[in-house]
């Protein structure tokens, strides 16, 4: 008998402790799952098509065929994001749409954006031009307006007016210039030519103290020190402003360079230096 109300004591005991962890996993599940959101509350964009054709005619419209639905019906198209990323091909690229419920809940789908007749940038200036220092403020309207500069955004649509450019100064009047262009649909192009420019040319510079050095390996380089003069005839020291990319070892003796370069505040000019350094020990 004694042996029974044990065995009976035990089975009391565990369906008290089964009870016991169901009541306390029944109190979890209401804490935490009210918290997780359900498909139903998330917002649903909705695509006339997976595939948005364009051919340059008039402007893009990337929300064209585009509409939202929040988790109560409720229109939510206003509140899309719709933004060219920069995934895909030449003439399949990548839109992506995103947008958000009252509950911080996101949605995001892809679309595919197909360019009809379309070539990428194109860009095209005259080399070895002459120049004056007086042109430079208008140099891309000038070079337009002369025939020596040509630019479409990959549609025969003239953007001449966004083509950017940067000269560095390679000797006395002698100039080694970039144009670059960067149309709306994310794609880049550039020439680089040279140019020679007369007058009283304003230009920034950069030099250092020394052009090479040799230091004991294992010791402290500081490469922002062996800078000279880094100056803008507009902004004054531009000291601060220096880029420096350093390729010194410290721990492993050998030949080594530190590259600086420099920027105009209107990027429209770029100095380069190079320090070289013997690592030696």
Same mark, same amino acid.
């Given at each position: 008998?004694?042996?029974?109300?044990?065995?009976?004591?035990?089975?009391?005991?565990?369906?008290?402790?089964?009870?016991?962890?169901?009541?306390?996993?029944?109190?979890?599940?209401? *804490?935490?799952?009210?918290?997780?959101?359900?498909?139903?509350?998330?917002?649903?964009?909705?695509?006339?098509?997976?595939?948005?054709?364009?051919?340059?005619? /008039?402007?893009?419209?990337?929300?064209?065929?585009?509409?939202?639905?929040?988790?109560?019906?409720?229109?939510?198209? $206003?509140?899309?994001?719709?933004?060219?990323?920069?995934?895909?091909?030449?003439?399949?690229?990548?839109?992506?749409?995103?947008?958000?419920?009252?509950? /911080?809940?996101?949605?995001? +789908?892809?679309?595919?954006?197909?360019?009809?007749?379309?070539?990428?940038?194109?860009?095209?200036? *005259?080399?070895?031009?002459?120049?004056?220092?007086?042109?430079? @403020?208008?140099?891309?309207?000038? =070079?337009?307006?002369? /025939?020596? =500069?040509?630019?479409?955004?990959?549609?025969?649509?003239?953007?001449?007016?966004?083509?950017?450019?940067?000269?560095?100064? =390679?000797?006395?009047?002698?100039?080694?210039?970039?144009?670059?262009?960067?149309? $709306?649909?994310?794609? *880049?192009?550039?020439?680089?030519?040279?140019?020679?420019?007369?007058?009283?040319?304003?230009?920034?510079?950069?030099?250092?103290?020394?052009?090479?050095?040799?230091?004991?390996?294992?010791?402290?380089?500081? @490469? #922002?020190?062996?800078?000279?003069?880094? !100056?803008? @005839?507009? !902004?004054?020291?531009?000291?601060?402003?220096?880029?420096?990319?350093?390729?010194?070892?410290?721990?492993?003796?050998? #030949?080594?360079?530190?590259?600086?370069?420099?920027?105009?505040?209107? !990027?429209?000019?770029?100095? $380069?230096?190079? =320090?070289?350094?013997?690592? +030696? /020990?």
């Amino acid at each position: 008998m004694k042996k029974w109300w044990i065995i009976m004591s035990g089975i009391g005991i565990l369906c008290c402790a089964a009870m016991f962890l169901l009541w306390l996993y029944a109190g979890w599940q209401e *804490e935490n799952m009210g918290t997780v959101y359900s498909v139903a509350s998330a917002a649903e964009i909705q695509l006339d098509s997976e595939v948005l054709e364009y051919d340059g005619s /008039g402007t893009l419209n990337l929300m064209e065929g585009v509409q939202a639905v929040g988790p109560e019906g409720e229109d939510l198209t $206003e509140r899309v994001q719709a933004i060219l990323t920069g995934d895909g091909t030449l003439l399949e690229k990548q839109i992506r749409y995103s947008v958000f419920t009252e509950e /911080g809940r996101e949605t995001t +789908v892809t679309r595919t954006l197909k360019m009809v007749g379309y070539t990428g940038p194109q860009l095209s200036v *005259e080399d070895g031009l002459v120049l004056e220092a007086e042109d430079l @403020p208008d140099l891309i309207q000038i =070079l337009t307006e002369q /025939g020596d =500069l040509t630019a479409d955004n990959g549609f025969g649509q003239n953007v001449a007016n966004e083509v950017s450019y940067t000269r560095e100064k =390679l000797g006395e009047g002698q100039y080694e210039v970039e144009f670059k262009l960067q149309n $709306e649909y994310l794609d *880049e192009t550039s020439q680089t030519v040279e140019m020679w420019i007369t007058g009283d040319v304003q230009d920034i510079e950069l030099t250092l103290s020394q052009n090479s050095i040799q230091i004991a390996a294992n010791t402290e380089f500081y @490469p #922002q020190d062996w800078i000279e003069t880094a !100056h803008d @005839p507009v !902004h004054g020291d531009m000291t601060s402003q220096v880029q420096i990319e350093n390729r010194v070892n410290l721990s492993q003796a050998g #030949q080594y360079s530190v590259i600086y370069t420099l920027y105009s505040y209107d !990027h429209t000019q770029k100095a $380069e230096a190079v =320090l070289r350094v013997e690592v +030696v /020990g």
